[in-house]
């Protein structure tokens, strides 16, 4: 099952029509390779004209896994699951960063899972980030960088996760936080 908006994009962002890209993984025998082998070839069968073709070589190969069955929405290549939401903030990156550490201040849980250790948090010149280590081995990282017009973007993943049910009981959980920055 392949989310048809994901399609769409990749539709757009590579010129080429989602089905014209199944046809082609299709007939190169992408359905027994890797995630790795068939990102590969989608880079290789990606037009030149296209703009970040790796990243577009890395979102075809995930739709066409998931239609091809090789894996769910949700699901790594790794076969754990990720889930990641993201919201825009009217502050700066910096702001968004105090703005997020404020409201998680003291907090020792998350959704009933306590924290394993402490929370870290670096930067780079262009991002901020905050880390955070669960007890049930699963990882949250919040990424935040610049956007224009002083916005700043603040995307949350969840990685390690179970199961795709496992992305439905955080997906409220961590929208909830996000919106109160």
């Not at 993943?157 to 179970?162: A, E, G, M, P, T």
């Given at each position: 099952m392949v989310n048809a908006s994901n399609t769409s994009a990749i539709s757009t962002g590579t010129g080429r029509a989602w089905e014209e890209w199944v046809e082609l993984l299709e007939r190169s025998g992408a359905r027994d390779l890797t995630h790795t082998d068939i990102a590969r070839l989608a880079l290789e069968l990606?037009?030149?004209?296209?703009?970040r073709r790796e990243w577009w070589a890395q979102g075809t190969a995930v739709a066409f896994e998931q239609h091809a069955?090789?894996?769910v929405p949700g699901q790594t290549c790794d076969g754990d699951f990720q889930l990641s939401t993201t919201r825009t903030v009217r502050r700066?990156?910096?702001e968004a960063l105090r703005a997020w550490l404020e409201l998680v201040e003291g907090r020792d849980e998350f959704g009933g899972?306590?924290?394993d250790g402490g929370a870290s948090t670096s930067g780079t010149e262009k991002w901020r980030y905050w880390r955070a280590p669960l007890s049930d081995g699963t990882r949250v990282s919040v990424n935040i960088t610049d956007k224009t017009e002083g916005k700043a973007s603040v995307g949350l993943?969840?990685?390690?996760?179970?199961s795709a049910s496992a992305i439905e009981y955080w997906r409220p959980v961590w929208k909830g936080l996000l919106a109160q920055i």
């Open positions: 990606m037009p030149e004209s296209v703009e069955g090789l894996r700066d990156k910096d899972v306590p924290l993943v969840h990685s390690r996760l179970d």
